[in-house]
């Protein structure tokens, strides 16, 4: 149901892309992409460092005396992040790779898919600040107040949200829903994957015990999503438009807030390209700009993204031929 539901998301999401773009007139987006050259290529490495940010973030959502090698979490973070943005998973594919790939590596199941719940936790719990930065920048600016009561009601309903999950995983959610499975499941092997959630569980709970180490890693993750605005004002200075840094912050902030709620299009196709639009005309944007704008953040997903899908994908067919017994076995990280 979720795939079902994400191939119509991505469909409808490269529609309304395809329609902003023939509306705002492709020769001028081009245009300005062109004449901006080679230099837009600088987007990606302004972007990388909230890239480490999250790995920062994630290493403290593991017990630590069992925290994985850098270079482990690097790869898995990487390729998790490539699958979310370049394939139909409503952001939950690439959280079960990553797991999955510390498993392959040697890791415990038990410890990555525990941190990788939590970290997913974390992702969504970093959002509520990042989004009152945002909504505090356009009351800053006096551009709207009116959307900023709209956004701050949103953000103000998914934390209540995110609180209502992490209560729910802290009472025990694995367990509950293994155990609920198990009165119409009759396999002998169930006793054990039950066992296994309820280590998932307590390990869980073990996490967010440790209020400290969990703080620090919303905190990373909330620095992360900071530092990304440097890629938008980066955009708008290479593009010959440039802007305050405070507007590039408001910017990226609330577009990035509408990209992550409308999470069932994968990759915010069109509705990325709506939010600049619409927000991008707030500072004096002019539409083909701001569609601009959005399209030149994009060019991460080919330098940085595409490779991190690859890489997975090589993993992922080595492990198939291993299995298959017509290769040995691969080497970790």
Known sequence: MIRIVSY???????????????????DEIFELLVETGFSLLLLPI?????????????HYLFPVNRIPPFKELSLALWMG?????LLPVASIGGEIAKARLLILWGRGGVDASASVLVDKTVQALALVPWAIIGTALLVYLAIDNELAKLIMLGTFLLGLGIVG???IQRAGLFGFITRFIGKFHTSDGWGQITNNAHEVDAIVKEIYSNKGRFFASILWRTIGLIWQTSEVWLAC?????PISLIEALMLKSLTSIITDIAFVIPNGYGVQEGGYLMLGALIGLSPELSLTISLATRIRELIVDLPGLLY???IEAKYLLKKSGKTPPQDTP
């Open 237 to 241: 200075y290479l593009l010959g438009y």
């Open 165 to 167: 999950f992490v209560i």
């Open 8 to 26: 119509i998301g991505l469909l409808a999401g490269l529609l309304i892309l395809a329609i902003l773009i023939a509306w705002q007139g492709i």
């Open 312 to 314: 997975w994908h090589n």
């Open 46 to 58: 302004a972007w990388l460092p909230s890239l480490l940010f999250a790995i920062i973030s994630w």
């Open 81 to 85: 992040r490539a699958i979310n943005t």
